[in-house]
């Protein structure tokens, strides 16, 4: 078994390099190996100072989290960090990648730190559900003080070196190529100086300050109240530095350790937790393995140049990817790419791009008003207006056009992709792309595997993915595929609800408390009522509200009325138009009432929904589809997604109350086969991921 951590001796200075790939995360092995050579460079009497350093792309970016929620196997990492803590020689910890996590709180128990020009640290923990469990939230308030250290925490950010330098976090930085030498000559420099051995833990300037202000504490979490709603997380933090501030630093330790305990132990980290392993295994397609061979996608050309348009247009142009944009007059070319110029000087005003990042991502896009001008593309995505008889004339076109070895795409949300493919001579070279609006920011992408699309081509979409900052999630093609599909239960019982009496506030209101963003009806009223209903072939509430000029909130009036400031309060209006198509449509007043009767008409369809994809084989597990609705309709994080929440709750009594609304909504409640087979076996939706 190869070494996870080996020394060597140079002048007088121990060199212990850390080699876990591939990313050196804290596993037990490299635990144990780093105790030993701590051992032996503190016993060798020709050793003055240890160096710390890691061996690949990074320094070490964070604990094993498949370790969590299990007992630490000796040396546990608060051990390894009381061990630094106590080093009788300086150890200088040499950064480069990124120091994350358990990695900066290794670090921070080091004497020093020198980082790389390149280099980031910071604390992520939040976004599991946890809080730095090796004295982060004792170490750091003692170096920036309680209400810096409260923002990095509770923010989880990665902190760039020359900001991490100026807040005292690390001791120096320096070019990238000579970090090794670098950190070698701060050694020896330590050494020639006496040896001291500053500890972290022992810092209160920092402090002195903040124990004059206990009001900052509850301060700060009033003023983040909103952002942290529904996550336990940041309050465990803010009581953990609080503690750094009011309790000497071993009582802190031991606060810091019993509060990481609990969040753990929380179903909101486990979520959490879920979440991140889901991310990272939707990548994973079990008949393409990495020797698949993938094509190198060098250009890309984009049909339409609309809001979806424009979003998959910047995803590429952030990626250095040039696109040939085709708009099929020079109106509308000029309006998409003067919003796209808009996007990017925003994010210019806001400091997070130069001007000339603005000039080199628009000197990417080559607009034209012809098709023939994707001829040399390695890849071309259709984005035009959701109809079958457009697309496949597209297709069809497009067939003539690209390239032998070209990718053709379609961002259809719900349309049948082997129908669009079947327009062309190459079906196999066809891929759904189902980007999620806005395109630019939303981080799902639905990647559609037609009946021929070939292995190349998916794993190529699969990975391109990755390089323009998406998280892939791989479908097969049925209508909606699978958010769209997954999600449109949850809709359709909000409106059967509303028809049967129960105000749309109450509806909204539970979907909120849950842990949306907002409710059903609100989001309707923000994407506007004229752009969702317009296909619409009976009459609906919907219907009637655009016929009234009711849009939503562009025009102060949708299910809801709208005051200048965009705030909501119920309508008389859409409350009589309810009762009006109700008896229309001949259905009785029966509203559902109490939160848990709520959630369970609108969630447990999701779910049932999301069982049915499984069976069905339109996705490949479990975790897919929470990925999907997590990142795609930005359902709560710390619920972990349905089919992770509907776990916690338990198959079996989701099982028994759809059978009881079945009983009373009809066969719209019936338990999917594989919902009851799983319930019945006393099993879960993840055993099978």
Known sequence: MKQTATSAVADGVAIITLDNPPVNALSASLRRGLQAELEKAFDDGEVGAILLLCAGRTFIAGADITEFGHPWQPPSLPDLCAMLDDAPKPVIAAIHGTALGGGFELALACHYRVVAQSAKVG????????????????RVPRI?????????????RQIKATEALSLGLVDAVVDDAALREEALAFARRIVADGGAKPRVRDRADALQGDRDRPELFTAFATANARRFKGFVAPAAIIEAVEAAVTLPFEEGLAKETALFERLVASPESAAQRHVFFAERGAARIPDIGPDTSAIDIRSAGVIGAGTMGGGITMN???AGI??????????????????IRRNYEATAAKGRMTAAQVEQRMGLISPSLDLAALADADLVIEAVYE?????????????????????????????????IAAATSRPEWVVGLHFFSPANVMRLLEVVRGAETSKPVVATAMRLAKRIGKVAVLSGVCDGFIANRLLAPRGAQAESMMLEGTPIAEIDRVLVDYGFA?????????????VIGRNAT???????????????QKRGAGY???????????????????????????IAYGPTAGDEALLARLLYPVVNEGAKILEEGIALRASDIDIAAVLGYNWPVYRGGPLFWADQVGLDRIVADMRRLEAVHGETFRPASLLVHLAEGGRRFGDRS
């Open 538 to 552: 009976e009459r609906t509430v919907m219907g009637d509200l655009v016929a009234a000029g009711r849009l939503g």
């Open 316 to 318: 590429f142009l952030n």
């Open 322 to 339: 040039p696109v040939t944009l085709v708009e099929t007059s020079q109106e509308a070319l000029d309006r998409g790419i003067a919003t």
């Open 518 to 530: 907002m409710g059903h009806f609100q989001m309707m009223d923000l994407v506007g009522l004229d």
């Open 387 to 419: 109809s079958m008889d457009v697309k496949t004339d597209i297709f069809a076109r497009l067939d003539r056009i690209a390239k032998q070895g070209a990718i053709l795409a379609s961002n259809t949300s719900f349309l049948d992709l082997n129908r």
């Open 560 to 586: 809801y009325d709208y005051d200048e400031k965009r705030r909501s309060r119920p309508s008389d209006v859409t409350a009589s138009l309810v009762k009006e198509v109700a008896a229309a449509q001949g």
């Open 123 to 138: 604390l992520p923990e939040v976004h599991l559900g946890l809080l730095p469990g090796a004295g982060g939230t004792q």
């Open 144 to 156: 920036v003080g309680a209400e810096a250290a409260l923002e990095i925490i509770t923010s989880g």
